[in-house]
């Protein structure tokens, strides 16, 4: 069997535009698709992160943020201790600091919704 393609995750977010705007400052990317309905940003990679507003997702999105998490895993000698210094400059929402865990340095952030971004390192 071929291996499918992972390239698309989707959040069910109030506003968006917003999200969108919070995403490509913290991720330096630009948005493709801006809506009020469905806004989207693609990495380099090609994964396409989707934000869809929550009160017309069909079906109807159940669950709500802090169930699961999105990662970006900070490759480079202290490369998660730099991108957390740039987190708390820009005063963005740290709901775990700085830490050492089993599998390395991590922190989490969230969005405006309060969907948790975990950064860490690449496994190795």
Do not use: Q
Request: net charge negative.
């Amino acid at each position: 069997m071929t291996a499918l393609p992972l390239n698309l995750i989707v959040l069910y977010v109030e506003d968006p535009k917003a999200s969108a705007d919070f995403y490509a400052a913290f991720l330096g990317l630009k948005p493709m698709a801006l809506s009020e309905g469905f806004s989207s940003l693609t990495t380099d990679s090609g994964l396409t992160l989707g934000l869809w507003r929550k009160a017309t997702a069909h079906p109807r999105a159940e669950g709500g943020p802090g169930s699961s998490e999105i990662g970006i895993m900070a490759s480079g000698e202290g490369g998660v201790a730099a991108l957390y210094d740039r987190v708390r400059a820009d005063g963005l929402n740290i709901i775990e600091p700085l830490m050492t865990a089993d599998f390395g340095p991590t922190f989490v952030i969230t969005d405006p919704d309060g969907h948790r971004i975990r950064v860490c390192e690449p496994d190795k």
